[in-house]
């Protein structure tokens, strides 16, 4: 069955980066694209980004270009995220979702100082 | 850039209700629109996709019309289980709507 595991929660100082994983089994890594979405608390679901784990060619909502950065592992199957200059704003769960049929459980990054 | 914009925000109803939640573009995304459900400490869940496919394992109680700009979902029967957020996207530039809370009346 398709699963996806994100890493674990992340506490992290202002101005810093995280870098969240998503590790992938039970269908074919390259066959599907994978994105990214988050959601800050108690608010909506905002789109960051996707990319084609064949190619690992990407693209990025707007507002978070130049931050964002998704690359791929195709020998194990993952794909990541890294946000740098992280704000406050930044605060939210990480989602990965695989043609946003299947979802990663969510990852927390706090940014706080 | 395209807007979604749902409506309303928030729908108050009881079990066994018929639900219907509106999904609004600003400009046509002829029928590149998809809905999630939300539960709390959920991830989203897909329900429809391409404005009337029912996802796989979607019960036969949920159906999506429309195109153009408007588009609705419809919940035909709210199970306990149904009282959840529902999002709207565009499927070309992944755009979310604000969404629309239902909850127990």
């Known amino acids: 069955q398709v699963q996806l595991v994100q890493s674990g929660a992340e506490v992290k100082k202002p101005g810093a980066s995280v870098k969240v994983s998503c590790k992938t089994s039970g269908y074919t890594f390259t066959r599907y694209y994978m994105h990214w979405v988050r959601q800050a608390p108690g608010q909506g679901l905002e789109w960051m980004g996707i990319?084609?784990?064949?190619?690992?060619?990407?693209s990025s909502a707007q507002k978070l270009q130049g931050r964002v950065t998704m690359t791929r592992d195709t020998s194990t199957s993952t794909v990541y995220m890294e946000l740098s200059s992280l704000r406050s704003e930044d605060t939210a769960v990480y989602y990965c979702a695989r043609d946003q049929e299947y979802w990663g459980q969510g990852t927390l990054v706090t940014v706080s100082s | 850039e395209i807007v979604l914009t749902q409506s309303p925000a928030t729908l108050s109803l009881s079990p066994g209700e018929r639900a219907t939640l509106s999904c609004r573009a600003s400009?046509?995304?002829?029928?590149?629109l998809a809905w999630y459900q939300q539960k709390p400490g959920q991830a989203p869940r897909l329900l429809i996709y391409d404005a009337s496919n029912r996802a796989t394992g979607i019960p036969a109680r949920f159906s999506g019309s429309g195109s153009g700009t408007d588009f609705t979902l419809t919940i035909s029967s709210l199970e306990p289980e149904d009282f959840a957020v529902y999002y709207c996207q565009h499927r070309s530039t992944f755009t979310f709507g604000p969404g629309t809370r239902v909850d127990i009346k």
């Open positions: 990319i084609n784990p064949s190619s690992g060619s990407t």
């Open positions: 400009q046509t995304v002829n029928s590149y």
